[in-house]
């Protein structure tokens, strides 16, 4: 009896130990999800705007947790920009929808001047309402609206009031979307308008919008 109480005890005490590991690693990893990969760049640095550039007039800031906070304040869209522009390219980020108003992950794009005009690129979708006509993970702009949809059973994938993980893959003109660790959409596009261009978050026009991004790394596959 006593030694099998021995082996128990250990039992319960390897199993707690590597519970423990595995929580760590998955935070860790939650936390930093490409940080030490060979290629991965940090792009948003949970500070300040650094590398950034408002347009528009909608709300933007830097929150006490060091997430990106995006706040409709107008009748107008409203987008937060990188300075440099990309082409091939993967991007991660985290984002949380806090109220009505859908939002996206704009990409090879260009404004006019320093309007919110948007004259090229399209957007991967951010929608927190399931089962609408604008599914998280599809692709619409290029002045031709609707470009590419995910499947509908795609759409339960995504936390309506939580963080999400997305991973967007650009190469020449086929995107890659995974949300949550999911593919949700590989489309190859034939035609698109711009092949290259900022990044840019958005805030849809309307003021309903509320936005959280965070853990914004990028791996640049033309100027690695």
């Known amino acids: 009896m006593k030694s ?22 998955a935070f860790s990893q939650e936390n930093n999800p490409r940080k030490l990969q060979p290629g991965w760049v940090q792009l948003f640095n949970g500070k300040d705007f650094t590398n950034w550039r408002k347009v528009g007039a909608e709300k933007w ?52 001047g320093d309007t919110p005009k948007i004259i090229a690129g399209r957007q991967v979708e951010i929608d927190q309402t399931i089962g609408n006509n604008s599914p998280t993970g599809g692709i619409y702009g290029d002045s031709r609206k609707w470009v590419a949809w995910p499947a509908p059973e795609f759409a339960a994938v995504q936390r309506p009031y939580d963080w999400n993980d997305m991973l967007i893959q650009v190469e020449g003109n086929r995107y890659i979307v995974h949300l949550n660790g999911i ?12 092949e290259e261009g900022v990044i840019a978050l958005q805030l849809h026009s309307g003021g309903k919008g509320r936005m959280r991004f965070r853990d914004i790394y990028i791996r640049d596959l033309t100027n690695p």
């Open 4 to 25: 099998s109480s021995v082996v128990s005890f250990r039992t319960i005490a390897l199993l707690a130990v590597l519970m423990m590991l595995t929580t760590s690693l």
């Open 61 to 112: 800031i830097v929150d006490e947790n060091g997430a990106i906070y995006g706040e409709g304040i107008s009748d107008k869209y409203g987008y937060l920009a990188t300075e440099k522009s990309y082409r091939d390219f993967h991007l991660s980020l985290r984002y949380k929808c806090e109220a009505e108003g859908n939002s996206g992950v704009y990409i090879h794009t260009k404004f006019e």
């Open 183 to 194: 593919e949700i959409l590989d489309f190859t596009y034939p035609n698109p308008i711009a």
